[in-house]
């Protein structure tokens, strides 16, 4: 996988009430509409060789959710490029792809043609996911009865269960238990023997580190540092302590 001066800018509309009405109204005035841009990513490189676990850390608003949604195809990049050799699997789609109306059931299903499965693989596949989600009875049950937590323990079967050659997992992990945080790290590492490609965004330095084979540090959209996991995760640490000034742009 590779991403080339990515940048994307959010367009965000200030007007109180956006509606085609005042779009209209402001057209005809030839008044200017009210935007404000976002650059949430500006000019990021870099490359996830075939089988690596890359981490993303970073501070709130750094970027990390927006470069994920770009990867997985939900956003499209304002400029440059992502190039993805086959299949993209996501606990962002994913969850997206969920109808909290429908049973946990139904909703294997749905996530499963989702990610181009067939019906009948997805059958095939159906015992499995559903004992790695460890749900009991709730699986026929509608997912709006779900908490969080069992919320993200189905998503995260069905994505890991897709055989996705690149594997996006966010925060949305966290939100499983102790017990089910093991089995789904013990999944990842499982997943990554068979080569499979993984981005992997968190808060939790320490999973990053166990998981990673690189991490990436994004701040305001930019890429601050690339390399070595401790490394990395230190340096960033550091900056949590110092704060803005310590930072010395990368030329990567
Ligand atoms: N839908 C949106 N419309 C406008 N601006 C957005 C939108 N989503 C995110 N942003 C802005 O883009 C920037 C990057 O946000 P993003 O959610 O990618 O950060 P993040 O690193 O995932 O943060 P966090 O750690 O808080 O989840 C922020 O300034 C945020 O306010």
Redesign the pocket.
């Known amino acids: 996988m590779s991403i080339y001066d990515l940048h994307?800018t959010?367009?965000?509309n200030l007007e109180r009430k956006a509606s085609l009405k005042n779009a209209l109204v402001k057209g005809l005035r030839r008044e200017k509409q009210n935007y404000r841009e976002?650059?949430?990513?500006r000019g990021v490189s870099f490359d996830v060789p075939k089988g690596q676990c890359t981490g993303?850390i970073?501070?709130?608003?750094?970027?990390?959710?927006?470069?994920?949604?770009a990867v997985a195809g939900i956003l499209p990049p304002t400029s440059g490029s992502i190039t993805i050799d086959g299949k993209v699997s996501t606990l962002l789609a994913l969850g997206v792809g969920f109808n909290s109306a429908l049973t946990g059931r139904e909703n294997v299903m749905l996530g499963g043609l989702a990610a181009g499965l067939t019906r009948a693989e997805v059958n095939e596949k159906f015992d499995e996911i559903a004992d790695f989600s460890d749900l009991g009875d709730f699986i026929d049950m509608p997912m709006r009865t779900y908490s969080s937590g069992m919320f993200s323990r189905l998503a995260f079967a069905v994505a890991v269960h897709m055989n996705p050659d690149i594997l996006i997992i966010?925060?949305a992990l966290s939100a499983g238990d102790a017990k089910f945080k093991d089995r789904a790290n013990a999944k990842m590492a499982e997943l990554m023997d068979h080569a499979g490609t993984m981005l992997l965004?968190s808060?939790a330095l320490g999973t990053i580190q166990n998981l990673s084979d690189e991490v990436i540090w994004?701040h305001?959209?930019r890429l601050i540092k690339r390399g070595d996991p401790k490394l990395v995760c230190d340096a960033y640490l550091e900056f949590l302590k110092v704060g803005d000034e310590s930072i010395v742009m990368e030329d990567v």
């Open positions: 994307i959010y367009k965000v976002v650059r949430a990513i993303i970073g501070a709130n608003g750094a970027g990390k959710s927006t470069l994920m949604r966010d925060e965004v808060h994004l305001k959209g």
